[in-house]
């Protein structure tokens, strides 16, 4: 009995060892492990329309909404490119540019995915409503167990003690990790008005597919946010497969810490109107598709709004090994997965364009496409956002500005090119209009309705005016002046957007006029913002002019982002 008693006593030994030693695997994989259980994939049943359609004439357009997620300026070929160099096409996205409205300056309301989606989905700056970061836990959830964490917000402490080739430093802020854990729920509150309340006011039919990440507590989810229907995931992302399918081929990137808290943690998985978890039966962009052809079919007969909300080309990078194989000529393994699973995003949008011509609802249905933000600098491919500076999490170009399509062959002709700044939020008062609803009065709106523009029937330029904040970082555009206010070392960058379009020369000097009257206009906006309804944890610096994964660059321009 002693005997087995030392050799007990040696095991423990050696489990507790094990556990010290691998507590960074623990902390990373922990999450994930102590996930909701997920269900074998089932049928969805989209609810159905009325059997006879409304009288011609009498119903108001369809609405559908196409949001990308991170794709860049260059990985649509519309824009003179295309990934790889202009291997692989987009010739059903591109379509939507030919057959509609293209606008030369669309910008996301954000240069992140939260902040952007919630201007999107409210027609306001974020900040007005303190939505300024994404709403991440900052402290660990009453499950994790206090034995292996020493302070708050280990993640973020552990993504800014994480080995990079980074010349700077990301900052944890420690002010932040102190304060108590917020019972306040992170995400819209149910007091802002979205698109889907504003359509489903005026009898249209509202659904949601894929990506949300604009709350997940009570009244801020989807279903409680106006939607009739919802299909997708909450949070910010989800696998596109398993990891170990031998349908999919993955890449990871092993010099971003935020990819190894993905592959670690996040789940192949959908709910419907926040039922239980279940597997989709497909690659996820393949999977979207399929049930967005689902709902057209379902509400043929009556007004829709479907918001369909790819997650693709976000991280984690994973792609069908049906489109990896199509693609032998790429033999960057990395930028092949990515091509891929543009292939597939552009596949997706021509089969959703098909279906509604196949249902007789092409010609009087609305369709606007456009991305969340600008390409991410995290998945270390260099000419995504070419050519323009800088990454999604930057206000520099290549983070704020995004494809923006508008189709609607009864009303929109074809080939119409819009001149002058739009932003993401102008997408809610279009769509009120042309569902003939009734704008919100008792609020500041910031979007303005493009029709008019479209039609000729208004001149001149949408907005004069356009800013984007995050924490210290604020920039500001003015007609044809663009001032960005940096932080850690604060710099002011002012760029002739008309003579230099991609802001290669800082002509603050010359003009100390100009930065002062900008530096006006952004104090009265941050007048009219509110303070963000939750702290940022980390601030990350993220180098303009190259990709993460690479080598700093003497004297190189970088931001720091708030998160």
């Known amino acids: 009995m002693r005997h087995w008693g030392k050799i007990t006593l040696v095991v423990l030994a050696l489990m507790v060892g094990t556990v010290v030693a691998s507590k960074d695997y623990i902390l990373l994989h922990l999450p994930g492990w102590m996930g909701p259980h997920i269900d074998p994939t089932h049928a969805v049943i989209w609810q159905r329309g009325p059997a006879p359609a409304m009288p011609a004439g009498t119903r108001p357009p369809n609405i559908v909404l196409i949001v990308a997620d991170d794709l860049g300026y260059n990985d649509i070929s519309f824009n003179g490119g295309g990934v790889a160099g202009g291997l692989v096409k987009t010739p059903n996205i591109d379509a939507l540019g030919h057959d509609g409205v293209t606008f030369a300056d669309g910008y996301a309301g954000n240069a992140t995915c939260a902040p952007s989606r919630a201007a999107l989905m409210t027609g306001r700056y974020p900040t007005r409503f303190g939505y300024e970061f994404t709403p991440a836990d900052t402290h660990p959830p009453a499950w994790f167990p206090s034995s292996l964490i020493r302070t708050d917000a280990m993640f973020s402490r552990t993504i800014a003690n994480f080995p990079t080739t980074w010349e700077h430093k990301t900052i944890f802020d420690e002010d932040a990790a102190r304060q108590p854990a917020s019972t306040a729920p992170k995400g819209v509150p149910s007091s802002e008005v979205t698109i889907a309340e504003l359509l489903r006011g005026k009898g249209y039919h509202t659904m949601h597919l894929g990506k949300w990440h604009l709350g997940e507590a009570k009244g801020m989810r989807p279903e409680d946010q106006g939607f009739d229907e919802s299909l997708g995931f909450l949070i910010g992302g989800q696998m596109y497969l398993p990891e170990a399918s031998p349908d999919v081929e993955n890449s990871k990137q092993p010099f ?41 079919t379902a509400n043929r007969n009556r007004p829709f709004f479907l918001y369909l909300a790819y997650n693709a080309p976000h991280t984690p990078l994973q792609a069908s090994k049906a489109d990896y194989d199509a693609l032998p000529q790429i033999t960057d393994h990395r930028l092949r997965v990515y091509a891929a699973m543009i292939r597939a995003l552009d596949r997706g949008v021509g089969q959703v364009m098909a279906t509604l011509k196949q249902q007789g609802l092409d010609q009087n249905t609305l369709v606007i496409f456009t991305s969340d933000n600008g390409g991410a600098n995290y998945i270390g491919l260099p000419d995504i956002n070419r050519p323009y500076r800088g990454w999604k999490a930057t206000f520099f170009e290549g983070g704020v500005k995004v494809p923006f399509f508008m189709r609607w062959p009864a009303r929109i002709k074809p080939g119409t090119r819009i001149a002058g700044p739009v932003s993401h939020f102008d997408i809610f008062a279009t769509a009120g209009d042309a569902g003939h609803a009734s704008l919100p009065r008792d609020r500041a709106l910031d979007g303005v309705d493009l029709l008019p523009f479209i039609d000729g029937k208004q001149s001149g330029t949408p907005h004069q005016t356009l800013f984007w904040r995050s924490g210290r970082y604020r920039t500001v555009r003015d007609g044809d002046w663009k001032l960005q206010a940096l932080d850690l070392p604060h710099v002011e960058l002012l760029y002739d957007m008309k003579a230099d379009p991609t802001e290669r020369k800082d002509v603050a000097a010359q003009h100390p006029d100009v930065v002062a009257h900008l530096n006006d206009l952004l104090a009265a906006h941050d007048r009219a913002s509110v303070k963000p309804a939750w702290p940022s944890l980390i601030r990350s610096p993220i180098a303009i002019d190259r990709p993460l994964g690479t080598k700093p660059k003497p004297g190189e321009t970088y931001i720091y982002w708030s998160n």
Not at 268 to 290: A, K
């Open 256 to 296: 971003d810490p935020i990819d190894k808290f993905l592959w670690a943690n996040l789940p192949f998985s959908v709910q419907y109107n926040g039922g239980e978890r279940f597997h989709p039966d497909r690659y996820m962009t393949d999977y979207l598709t399929v049930q967005a052809k689902a709902a057209i």
